[in-house]
């Protein structure tokens, strides 16, 4: 199986086409990203994808930076294949959202230079979060395709007094029966070897590299949390609240399916203190989330799909964008209760995040403070595209928990709690 990749391509809009590319962004909306002229759903491997516009703006020393234009998808390996469907597969529609975009060739350019754009505007995440690291797109469908059959043939029987053991036994009969249900009997493939091998080489070398380092580090830890205590002490609390256009325009693209979109995009605290302290933050959780939360939770919440931070304009401004399960109140509300630590390392450099105490204490657990930040900071996302929009990430990980227990050995009690997944 691939490994999930997460694509971020972000283009400079040309200042005479920003209200243009606004208004185009408006009239697709409806239409989405799935067919014409994406047809996303028609591209191998794709999980989600999200366009949204971040608008212009000036950085915290009055110089401006322009709007841009962002596409950011979610992917199976490898990227070349996921370019090149792009351009073959969505180009009309990647010429029409680019052709907005300063520099781009348009639809009359060779192929090879358009897809050579695109990788020229490819930015790169400081993390990525992948649910479960490598259940690609055709193992979510086909389990969620196994579980929809397996209801279906105990819908058409009457089980009443059956044992549990008894009834997987007659379910293990009936898709070892089916030719195209015998993939099921086996564990799925794991990622590539190489994938495999890369990982878990980062995996050891990125500890042992620091072990030389722990002496200066035992040094200037304590040096640079004092420092960074007397800067938070400086920041003040988020009094401004989101305006009710921009809550409308928000709610406008949430809540069609059972996941949703969301970007925020914000500066992070100037000098080279802040400066040091984020980008020892993303070292640290770009590591959390490549070994440790790597298989169904992020620190303990269990409905995301996928997240990933992205820096941008030179680490002036830090973008952070997720797809996630229910609505966003409830979403926000797992955060403050199983992540505030992480969200305040994370976040507590930003500009407008609730003055954090020792980077990792207060923050979010000012939750009205937490809430109304976030909002301000959200970004619309006019046009988004899931591949499942019915599966939840806890949905996925049953119908996987299904299929693995078609093979081996269970106890009565275990076939009994296998059999409460259906």
Not at 325 to 354: K, Q, S, T
Request: net charge neutral.
């Amino acid at each position: 199986m691939p490994h999930q990749l997460g694509v971020t391509i972000r283009a400079m809009v040309a200042a005479e086409q920003v209200a243009d590319l606004r208004k185009w962004l408006t009239a697709s909306a409806p239409q989405g990203l799935a067919d014409g002229p994406f047809h996303f759903r028609h591209m191998r491997g794709l999980h989600f994808a999200k366009l949204f516009l971040i608008e212009q703006t000036d950085d915290l020393k009055g110089r401006p930076i322009p709007a841009s234009l962002v596409l950011m998808t979610e992917v199976d390996a490898p990227l070349r294949r996921h370019l090149d469907e792009l351009i073959d597969v969505a180009g009309d529609g990647i010429n029409q959202a680019f052709g907005y975009c300063a520099g781009y060739p348009g639809p009359a350019a060779r192929r090879r230079a358009r897809i050579g754009w695109l990788r020229q505007h490819l930015v790169q995440a400081s993390a990525v979060y992948v649910n479960t690291v490598g259940r690609g797109l055709r193992q979510i469908r086909q389990e969620a395709y196994l579980r929809d059959v397996l209801e279906a043939y105990l819908d058409r029987a009457d089980w009443t007094g059956r044992a549990p053991a008894a009834v997987r036994r007659d379910l293990q009969a009936y898709v070892a029966g089916r030719a195209d249900l015998a993939w099921a009997m086996k564990p799925a493939a794991p990622p590539s070897l190489t994938f495999r091998a890369r990982e878990a080489v980062n995996e050891v070398v990125v500890p042992l590299a620091l072990v030389p380092l722990l002496p200066a580090l035992a040094f200037a830890l304590p040096t640079l949390a004092v420092l960074l205590r007397l800067a938070e002490q400086r920041d003040t609390p988020v009094t401004e609240r989101p305006t009710l256009q921009h809550l409308e325009t928000l709610a406008s693209y949430e809540d069609y399916v059972a996941q949703n979109p969301f970007a925020v995009v914000g500066f992070i605290e100037p000098g080279l203190l802040r400066l040091v302290t984020i980008r020892g933050v993303m070292f640290a959780l770009n590591y959390a989330v490549r070994h440790v939360y790597n298989d169904g939770s992020l620190a303990g919440i269990t409905t995301i799909h996928f997240a990933r931070w992205v820096p941008l304009d030179g680490w002036r401004r830090m973008t952070f964008a997720s797809n996630y399960d229910g609505a966003v109140e409830a979403y926000n509300d797992d955060f403050i209760d199983e992540v505030w630590w992480g969200l305040n390392a994370a976040f507590g450099n930003a500009v407008g995040y609730p003055p954090t105490r020792w980077l990792f204490w207060g923050g979010a657990k000012y939750e009205e403070q937490f809430k109304n930040s976030l909002r301000i900071h959200q970004v619309p996302v006019p046009l988004w595209y899931s591949a499942y929009p019915w599966l939840s990430a806890v949905n996925i990980e049953k119908n996987a928990q299904i299929r693995a227990g078609l093979r081996g050995e269970m106890s009565p009690a275990a076939a009994e709690r296998w059999l409460s997944l259906l």
